[in-house]
Structure formats: C-alpha cells, structure tokens
C-alpha cells in the first residue's frame, strides 16, 4: 500500500525566513513524488515532482525539495518565504511500477507567512 | 503543459436534485479520469477510477449508485451525484491520465452546495 504522512497541520513562518514543510512516504519500491499547492476555493497547482535523477528538485514559484531514500521523505523547501505563498500543500506519492493506479495524497500542511 | 476543465465550477441545487459535474482533457486524450472528494480543510480522497469505455472501479466506501461516473469517450468523464443530500456538500475534483502510468493532470474543481 502507498501512503503520505505530512507531520504537520499548519506550518508558521515569518516573511523573508526559509520554509520547510515536511513530507515523509511509503510505497513498494521506488517512488514517483509531487508537491502541490492549493488556494481557498480553487483546484491543485503543481509545484514539482521527483521521478528519477537529482534528489534537489526545483520547481514553481522557488520551491524546491530533496528525495532523501533512506529517510524516505521529500521535505518541499524555499530560501525565502512571501506572504504570497500562504496556503494549503499536498505531498502526493506513487509507486514506479504501480500500473495504473493514482496518485495518493497527504493531508495537507496549511503555510502561514506572517508579514 | 496538459490542461483539464471541470464544469460547472460551483453549483448550489436543492436537496433530492441530481447534480452532473463534467470533466474534459482540452489537448490530450485520457485513458483514465479519476474523481476525489475533498471536504474542508481535509486532504483530496479518491472516489474512483473510470477508464475510457469501462465501468468505474469504486473505492471502498463510495455508493456507486449515488456517484455515477460515465466515461464514455477519451476527453470526457462525468460525475452524477444523485439525489443530492446535504452531506454530498463537498469540492470534486477530477484528474485525467492519457497513458496508463502517466502523470495525472488536475481540474480545478468543482464545489457543490446541498441545501
């Protein structure tokens, strides 16, 4: 069974300081990895996703996340945090060889900049 | 990049009224349509998946005489919540896949209000 534990309900961070939100999975074999971010009432935005090669990704926005094997986890960071980014995010994981099956998310890490 | 529409973006019906949500990919052609349910400040939860041409498979949990899913050509999938109670009150959200494996692509979602 794939699963996503995202430790954190709300993550606090002051304008200008590095954000790190947490993100932590479990699949059978090697996985296929995604962050997404979601504002009040609208869809999923993606942000960036790991598939194979650099364990550094870098995505929308100057997010970027590392894919860290041995500790089975893809923490989404930024150097920087806008006030801009508050909002809700989605760690979402899938098994390489998983057929067709879809994506499973997170609950969610809601990020609150404080200007 | 691939692009899926959800319509309508937000409905209101009255209790015991059916309610259709259509979801289309606009530049490619998906083989598989997943729909998730998402309830307030809470994670996306996978309702089922529908390939082209076949039944949906439901998860468990789903009534899938409730939640008519119809997938009757490769850019279109509908959703039909059936007689509509408050508790159905939720944001839908649909995802295409245009090969099997493939990356999922988000609509932006749709909200639905019981009254």
């Known amino acids: 069974a794939q699963s996503v534990a995202q430790p954190e309900d709300q993550v606090n961070v002051a304008e200008g300081n590095p954000l790190t939100v947490k993100c932590t999975y479990s699949?059978?074999?090697?996985?296929?990895l995604f962050w997404y971010v979601q504002y009040p009432n609208r869809g999923l935005q993606f942000l960036l996703k790991?598939?194979?090669?650099?364990?550094l990704v870098k995505g929308s926005y100057g997010f970027e996340a590392e894919f860290n094997k041995s500790q089975t986890s893809f923490h989404l960071k930024k150097p920087s945090a806008l006030v801009s980014d508050s909002a809700l995010y989605f760690c979402?994981?899938?098994?390489?060889?998983?057929?067709?099956?879809?994506?499973?998310f997170g609950k969610g890490t809601r990020l609150s900049v404080i200007a | 990049g691939a692009v899926v529409s959800q319509h309508p973006s937000r409905v209101i019906c009255k209790s015991g009224t059916s309610v259709k949500i259509e979801c289309r990919s606009l530049?490619?052609?998906?083989?598989?349509m997943f729909w998730y349910r998402q309830f307030p400040k809470q994670s996306l939860m996978l309702m089922a998946t529908?390939?082209?041409?076949?039944?949906?498979?439901?998860e468990q949990g789903v009534e899938k005489d409730k939640f008519l899913i119809n997938h009757a050509s490769l850019t279109l999938s509908t959703l039909t919540v059936t007689s509509a109670h408050p508790e159905d009150s939720s944001f839908y959200i649909c995802?295409?896949?245009?090969?099997?494996?493939?990356?999922?692509?988000f609509g932006p979602g749709t909200r639905l209000t019981v009254l």
């Open positions: 995802s295409a896949r245009g090969t099997i494996g493939g990356e999922q692509f």
């Open positions: 699949v059978s074999g090697n996985p296929y």
């Open positions: 530049d490619f052609q998906a083989t598989t």
């Open positions: 790991y598939i194979t090669g650099d364990n």
């Open positions: 979402a994981v899938r098994a390489k060889n998983s057929g067709n099956t879809p994506l499973v």
């Open positions: 529908s390939n082209e041409g076949s039944k949906a498979t439901y």
